[in-house]
């Protein structure tokens, strides 16, 4: 079985500060990770994804990864939040192999203060 | 532009009524998923399909019904045994899995039904 944990259900930073979303996920092999965001009313869109290549994943608006297996952890950071990143985002696992299915953590909604 | 379309975007239903939610892809993608959110709960798998006139439930399957009867159609059914329904409905596909490589799910822009 396989699980995932987001530390924070909210998380609020200025404009312009470091963003650090947290996941630690659970998995008795080894992992694919995928962060996920969602703006308001809308779908989910892909940020990033760790398929067992390089443990640090580059992301798109800037976002990154790095999976730590040592620490069973997948963070999500960004070195300055803009305005535009508020959203929701979720950390997802699965551990491929024949398995098609997603297990998502129950997210965390970025704020950004101006 | 390929991508998932749903539809409606909103939906209403009285209570006892059986409603279906559209899922279109033309990503030629194999597999298909059905996902509900609820606010703090992340996003549970309702029903997916790996190829036409086949599919699987998932973890909340009761309540709801599904069909593949196209490689690029998954209609979801919520009937009138779903005891609390309202909530945003996803939709998702992706290719099959291949080699070293899981392909990610692309999502469609989400039904939102209420239950009068």
């Known amino acids: 079985a396989q699980s995932v944990t987001q530390l924070g259900s909210h998380v609020s930073v200025s404009e312009g500060a470091l963003v650090l979303l947290r996941c630690n996920y659970s998995?008795?092999?080894?992992?694919?990770l995928f962060w996920y965001v969602q703006y308001p009313n809308q779908g989910l869109q892909l940020l990033l994804k760790?398929?067992?290549?390089?443990?640090l994943v580059k992301g798109i608006n800037g976002f990154e990864a790095e999976f730590k297996k040592s620490e069973t952890s997948f963070h999500l950071t960004k070195p300055s939040a803009h305005m535009s990143d508020a959203a929701e985002y979720f950390c997802?696992?699965?551990?491929?192999?024949?398995?098609?299915?997603?297990?998502f953590g129950k997210g965390t909604k970025l704020s950004v203060i101006p | 532009d390929g991508g998932i379309t749903q539809s409606p975007k909103y939906l209403f239903r009285k209570e006892g009524q059986n409603v279906t939610l559209s899922c279109e892809q033309n990503?030629?993608?194999?597999?298909m998923y059905w996902y509900r959110q609820d606010p703090g709960q992340g996003l549970r798998l309702i029903y997916y399909?790996?190829?036409?006139?086949?599919?699987q439930k998932g973890d909340i399957a009761e309540g709801y019904s599904v069909s593949r009867e196209k490689k690029e159609s998954f209609p979801l059914t919520v009937t009138s045994a779903q005891k609390n329904p309202t909530a945003f409905y996803l939709c998702?596909?992706?290719?099959?899995?291949?080699?070293?490589?899981?392909?990610?799910?692309?999502f469609g822009p989400g039904t939102r039904l209420t239950v009068l």
């Open positions: 997802a696992v699965t551990t491929g192999a024949g398995s098609y299915q997603l297990t």
């Open positions: 998702a596909s992706s290719t099959l899995y291949s080699g070293s490589s899981y392909n990610e799910q692309f």
């Open positions: 990503l030629n993608h194999d597999a």
């Open positions: 760790y398929t067992s290549a390089a443990t």
């Open positions: 998995s008795s092999v080894p992992p694919y």
């Open positions: 399909s790996q190829i036409v006139n086949d599919f």
